[in-house]
Every structure is written in C-alpha cells, then in structure tokens.
C-alpha cells in the first residue's frame, strides 16, 4: 500500500507491501487520536518490527547452524577484559550471553542452550523428574534397558521444548 498524506506544507508517503490505496479524504481538520495511532502504526510498524525466526525449519537447516556453530572458534573459559592490554585482568565467559548475543545466527542452538544452560531457580524440576522416572520404571517395567530408559527421560522432560518443527 502506498499513502500519500497531505498535511499543511508538506507531503508524506508510506509504501507497504499491498496494492496501492489512497488515504480518506477527510484529513482537513486536526486528526483524531484514533487517526494518528492509525498513521503512526502505519508509518512505524514495518521499522519497529523484530525479525522472528521462522516456525518451521527443516533437518537442513538445522544441520547446517550445528555445523556453523561447530566452525566457530573455541571461547576460553576465561577472557581478559582488556583484549588490547596483556595485563587486564580475566574473567569468566558467560554461556546465556553467549546465546543472547548470537540468537539470531543460531536460533535453534541458542533456545536449546538457554534451557539447558540456565539453572533452576528451585528444586522443583528436579522433584518433576524423579517423579517421572518413577512413572516411567515400575516394577512391571523393572527389566527396562538403561538406555532405554534414559531416552524415554529425555523424550518426556524435554517434550515442552519447542524449537520448531523439522518438516519440509
């Protein structure tokens, strides 16, 4: 869409993405607080906006930001805070900044490594888990395999994980 606003002394066009449409003749008089939210949303909402990571990725992309990710060079546990100074002090790197920084170069890797870097604030989800484990293996379940068992842990504690479907 393309408006073109006459105020007094000037000319004000905003394009969009539809057909071309001109504005409402009624323009004339002071504009109402309706009408300005309506101009201002229109004039600064494409500008505003936060590129979101697409909802469906597929196995290639995600593949191919583990492989980005894995080029990277290694990060040292411990970074001076002066890179320029041989003297500087050190100090420890921090992981959730990591994946705060490069979100949007590994939006995959980044939501998977904020949920699995982050502490728990409480004892609760540890108490969830073992609760799990015992719904898990029962008695009637007793000659589980420990592998086997260990995936079903992973399967139902990480289910709420949503990090895109990986359909094409």
Known sequence: KVYSVSLPNTQTQVQTDDACVSPPNNLAGPPSSSRKRRLSQSLYSPVIEVPRPRSVIG???ALEEF???LKEDIIDMEVPLDPMDPNSELCATKPLEFWKVNQYRFPILSEIGRH???VAASSSSVERAFSVASDILTAKRSAMKPDLFSNLMLIKCNAGL???SFEE
């Open 59 to 61: 196995p290639a992309k």
């Open 67 to 69: 492989d980005a990710y």
């Open 116 to 118: 699995v870097v982050s």
């Open 162 to 164: 949503n990090v895109g």
